[in-house]
């Protein structure tokens, strides 16, 4: 690549004063959820409750795998409220339209917010990872960082899920799985269905949302 890495652009990309937010494995509990959600890369707020270089592993490992329990931001507000609560909405219509046709849900059934701790049911039913770790805003440095990093982390990640559908959200990380030949091997290995969805952010109708949910389960053959 003409001596440049990949990564530059992403590493670049954010300016907070506070320090360098570190990549993103994964948020949940990744080897017991049933439903794996996959995106493009997270999004970053300076003021976010976030783990960074000061952080011990321990700390670390417990803010991630509890992290719809544990991902607060100073003033006490839910990070990436829209982005979980369609992770909620979707595994939702996937239980139901599972239910519809006969079949047990695949989590459980339904997932709602709790007033003490908002996202505690997707931490118990879901896990959501992205194809780059980074964070940057409007997915800056995701294009030409995406097979570079898919190739160095997601098959360890990918093989500890067991899981039984992995979705994946937005256009971004779509087009990254058909242009990156590991990745796309990766997924394929792993014989469990997948289904592509909007990402949280596009702006459509929740009514096309679920629409588009039912075609996607129904074109892998779950329902």
């Not at 544990?70 to 982005?83: D, M």
Request: hydrophobic share 35%; net charge positive.
């Amino acid at each position: 690549n003409n001596g440049i890495n990949p990564c530059d652009k992403i590493l670049k990309a954010q300016n907070c004063k506070a320090g360098f937010q570190m990549p993103e494995p994964w948020s949940g509990h990744l080897s017991t959820s049933k439903i794996l959600y996959i995106g493009s890369n997270p999004a970053f707020d300076c003021n976010e409750y976030y783990p960074d270089s000061t952080w011990s592993n321990t700390q670390i490992c417990d803010f991630f795998e509890n992290r719809f329990k544990n991902g607060k931001v100073k003033n006490g507000k839910e990070v990436s409220v829209p982005y979980w609560t369609y992770l909620i909405k979707y595994t939702n219509w996937i239980n139901e339209l599972f239910i519809n046709n006969g079949k047990k849900p695949l989590t459980s059934y339904q997932i709602t917010k709790q007033k003490k701790n908002m996202y505690d049911g997707l931490n118990n039913d879901v896990v959501s990872t992205e194809i780059v770790h980074c964070k940057s805003n409007n997915a800056v440095g995701f294009t030409v960082s995406c097979c570079k990093c898919s190739d160095m982390w997601m098959a360890n990640i990918l093989n500890l899920f067991k899981g039984k559908l992995i979705v994946v959200l937005g256009a971004n990380a779509k087009k990254a799985i058909k242009k990156c030949t590991k990745l796309n091997a990766i997924i394929t290995s792993l014989k469990i269905p997948v289904i592509y969805l909007p990402h949280p952010s596009w702006r459509m109708s929740d009514n096309a949302r679920k629409a588009t949910v039912q075609a996607e389960l129904a074109k892998v053959g779950l329902i």
